[in-house]
């Protein structure tokens, strides 16, 4: 299948999309999908409908669909919760494997919630854990004997940088940590091999490149070798060996089915059943190779057009994940002028203008012509607007 294959989202007219990395656009057929299941599935067969309609095996059937485009093998990966949860989930297993040590590795690249469910872990684990943060340049050579768990995410959100995992994974495994990679930014985006890394654990979400939608479940996978000796903190009925049997014990589901917690989002895992379906049709490798081109052009456009914006983003292409983003002072107003005009990226804090290249439904076109509508708002200071200052809620 060549890319990029537009029609098969529902993409609004006359829109740049380059927000992907945030939320994935609306895939043809998902309104469908969702549409038939409530009214055949849910309406007409109601609670019948978690035997009938496969929603009780939905989490590690969806599972194994993402499995595919992260190089895990079948029955490894299972959906549900947020991606927060996954990432304490992972993080309090891994660190029970570590009795002995107390310190967890992350960088000043993670994802905020990374960092504060782990803070909040050693809180109220009260064993005398750190949290250690280092800058992302800095984890190889951080990578200590005293550490217990290695925890990144691979693509840097805000800059794109992307971590080497299989050479980070040997270096902690050297040392002997665990290792746990968040793949928020790196599945569907950037192609990974759990098995050939290695690593014990990994997380991610699924509403950014999948494009399962706002509030798509997320996945986690555990190596198959190490998931039967789990102790889930999170200990739920739907992760029990046998829910239906309502014991008063807890007793873990053998493998990865014991990192499910609860009900499954049905409705929501429904629309990404569906979303997925386009990775049967996609080689990760033609992925790769198409995002870094548009991001490669992007990069240039901007910098020959933009003299006021500083690539933020590796200049390498091997050490860049999906995104491009840049530096500018006012890159809020920037940014909220850009959206005016139909181009949508996004703004994080404290001056970046981010843009996410999705090549399933993006192409030179796009790109030229965001850098060339981008460049028409640096040069007539079109930003600099009182409604293009005033801070929404969410950037
Ligand atoms: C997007 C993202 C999250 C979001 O977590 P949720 O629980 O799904 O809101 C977490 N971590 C990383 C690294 C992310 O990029």
Known sequence: MTLPMKDRFALPEGMIYLDGNSLGPLPKGVSERVGDMMRDEWGAHLIKG???????????????????????????????????????????????????????????GNFPTDLYIAEGLVRHLGHGHELRVVAPEDVADAITDDIAVAMLTQVDYRTGRMHDMN??????????????????????????????????????????YLNGGPGAPAFIYVRPDLADRIDPALAGWLG??????FDLEYRPAPGIERMRVGTP???????????????????????RAASLRLSDLFIAEVEASCPDLTLASPRDRALRGSQVSFHFENGYAAMQ??????????????????????????????????????????????WDRPEYHARARVT
Not at 68 to 80: D, H, K, L, Q
Not at 186 to 193: K, L, Q, R
Not at 269 to 274: D, H, K, S, T
């Open 50 to 108: 978690w035997n009938l309609d496969g929603w009780m095996a939905q989490p590690s059937r969806v599972g194994d669909m993402v499995g595919r485009i992260i190089g895990a093998p079948e029955g490894s990966v299972v959906m549900g919760d947020t991606l927060s949860l996954k990432v304490y989930q992972a993080l309090s297993a891994a660190l029970q494997m570590r009795p002995d040590r107390k310190v967890i590795l992350s960088d000043s």
């Open 167 to 208: 050479a980070i994974t040997a270096k902690a495994h050297g040392a002997g940590a665990v290792m746990i990679w968040d793949l928020a930014h790196s599945a569907g985006a950037v192609p990974v091999d759990m098995t050939a890394s290695g690593a014990e654990f990994a997380v991610g979400c699924t509403y950014k």
């Open 240 to 245: 029990h060996e046998a829910p239906f049997a």
């Open 265 to 287: 989002p049905v409705l929501q895992m429904a629309a990404l059943e569906e979303a997925m379906k386009i990775w049967d049709e996609v080689d990760m490798a033609d992925v």
């Open 337 to 382: 002028a850009l959206i005016a005009r139909g181009v949508i990226g996004d703004f994080r804090a404290p001056d970046i203008m981010r843009f996410g290249f999705t090549p399933l439904y993006l192409d030179e076109d796009d790109v030229r012509g965001a850098a060339a509508i981008l460049a028409e708002i640096l040069r007539d200071r079109l």
